[in-house]
């Protein structure tokens, strides 16, 4: 086992965990926080992604161990201490951006990133941005909708 | 889809990981981004007894860019080397290359070195290594050894890496004048792996005429294959080259395997029509250039 130290959400938490734990359980099992969604474990859906430091990473492809020190946001830490959405929920509520909810945290955690990254993305940087997320319900179309809405309230927000 | 049990290993410095990597031997793997190897340890393809993260080693994210071409540190992740400005200057095929390995998220902890010790034949950046001429320096207690690419992919998911080793940097080459080079692929899905690529490199002497051409093809093979189809384009101008003759040897030269994505027969075609695509966008920068 490894003591490990992980900020997450803003909140220190000690966790004691074998080296195989995946990042995803970590913070499903050890620590509560099933929001992280877990669909295919080799990468490929996009339900997992976190923030790490800030970047968004799979956390099916991370040890937890390896996140030792480092800090991590995942969709229960995106809105305000409040409870007031963040732009980007906001968006994906407003624009029906979802229907199981199912691929939502991930779609969340790597949309907050781009934006981030790029205020006012074009319709295919909006498409390259969530080209590695799957969603099985939506057909995409209200998804690249609440992107490009979420960058609209960011900037009405500035 | 839960990995198997391993020992977790976390050295701080280089020296640490070699006398590590020595000690655990072929019961060793090295984790860099983790991009390739969690899905296959988590797949149960494969059963490492110890894991060495690299993770924490100084100095290893370096890039170093000089005129001569660029190095790359095994830390440097996909992302860092794809957003370099100095990077794409020296090697640009880098930077075309990278936008087509997998998606946005997985560039973000996928390591350049990583994907060149993974060896798969159907990654792009193996391609580009054998294509330039590059190769990879590999280091053990005491000893430090550069292997270039043609030796360096030995077959599917197979380098010459052995046990005990760590792949600390990749050199790939600067352009020499007058040429270019260009990256096609096909894939399902962008950010997929693609069922057919081609990475083409074109030089031209002071007349425009073509001096060199060559192609490395992506998953149409065990290894990047490439294929020096300087004689069936022909020594003429480039923009009077013979292409279509040079993707007709391109595609005799490709032996693709079927899959359920694609059979062996439309992989070929694909090399075919590819690398005509890929050798014309060549040897158009490399008549700008
Ligand atoms: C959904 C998905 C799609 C993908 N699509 C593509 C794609 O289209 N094209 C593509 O090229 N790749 C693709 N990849 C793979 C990705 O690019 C990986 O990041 C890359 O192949 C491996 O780099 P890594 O640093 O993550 O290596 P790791 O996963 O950490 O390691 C991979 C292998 O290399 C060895 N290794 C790593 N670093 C070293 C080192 N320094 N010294 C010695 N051995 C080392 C490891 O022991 C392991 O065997 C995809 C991955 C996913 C999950
Ligand atoms: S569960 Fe991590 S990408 Fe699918
Ligand atoms: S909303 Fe159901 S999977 Fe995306």
Redesign the interface.
């Known amino acids: 086992m490894h003591e490990i130290t992980l900020t997450v959400n803003g909140v220190v938490q000690q966790v004691a965990v074998p080296g195989r734990r995946l990042l995803s359980d970590c913070l499903r099992h050890d620590l509560g926080l099933t929001g992280t969604h877990v669909g295919c474990e080799h990468g490929v859906c996009g339900c997992c992604t976190v923030l790490l430091d800030g970047e968004p990473v799979r956390s099916c492809l991370v040890f937890a161990v390896g996140a030792d020190g480092h800090e991590i946001t995942t969709v229960e830490g995106l809105a305000a201490p409040d409870g007031t959405l963040s732009p980007v929920q906001r968006a994906f509520a407003e624009c029906h951006g979802l229907q199981c909810g199912f691929c939502t945290p991930g779609f969340l955690c790597t949309v907050t990133a781009l934006l981030r990254q790029n205020p006012a993305p074009t319709e295919e940087e909006v498409l390259e941005g969530v080209s590695g997320n799957l969603c099985r319900c939506t057909g995409y179309q209200n998804i690249v909708k609440s992107v490009h809405r979420a960058a609209e309230i960011m900037a009405e927000d500035r | 889809?839960?990995?198997?049990?391993?020992?977790?290993h976390?050295p701080r410095s280089l020296g640490e990981a070699l006398d590590t990597l020595a000690e655990v031997g072929e019961h060793g793997k090295v984790?860099a981004g983790?991009?390739s190897l969690?899905?296959m340890?988590?797949?149960r393809l494969a059963a490492p007894g110890h894991?060495v993260?690299i993770?924490r080693l100084p100095g290893l994210a370096d890039l170093d860019v000089e005129p001569g071409g660029v190095r790359v540190g095994a830390l440097a992740r996909h992302a860092q080397v794809e957003r370099s400005e100095r990077v794409a200057a020296v090697q640009p095929l880098l930077r075309r290359a990278l936008r087509l390995v997998?998606?946005?998220?997985?560039r973000?902890?996928g390591t350049v070195v990583g994907s060149l010790a993974h060896a798969d034949p159907a990654a792009e950046l193996p391609a580009v290594l054998a294509l330039l001429g590059g190769s990879v320096r590999l280091a053990r207690p005491g000893a430090v050894r550069d292997v270039p690419a043609a030796a360096f992919f030995t077959g599917p998911l197979e380098s010459a890496i052995e046990p005990g080793e760590l792949a600390v940097s990749a050199f790939f080459p600067a352009l020499p004048p007058r040429s270019g080079t260009a990256f096609r692929e096909v894939a399902r899905?962008?950010?997929d792996y693609a069922l057919a690529g081609i990475a083409a490199l074109v030089g031209l002497d002071d007349d425009l005429r073509v001096t060199g051409a060559a192609v490395a093809c992506v998953s149409l093979g065990p290894v990047p294959v490439i294929v020096d189809v300087t004689e069936a384009a022909g020594h003429r101008p480039a923009a009077a080259a013979d292409w279509a003759a040079a993707a007709q040897a391109v595609w005799e030269r490709v032996e693709p395997e079927a899959d359920i994505h694609a059979t062996a027969a439309y992989r070929r075609h694909l090399a075919g029509v590819l690398a005509e695509q890929a050798l014309r966008d060549a040897a158009r920068e490399a008549a700008d250039a």
């Open positions: 889809m839960k990995p198997p049990p391993f020992d977790y976390a984790l983790g991009q969690i899905p340890l988590n797949m894991l993260d993770n997998a998606h946005p998220v997985i973000n902890r899905r962008h950010g």
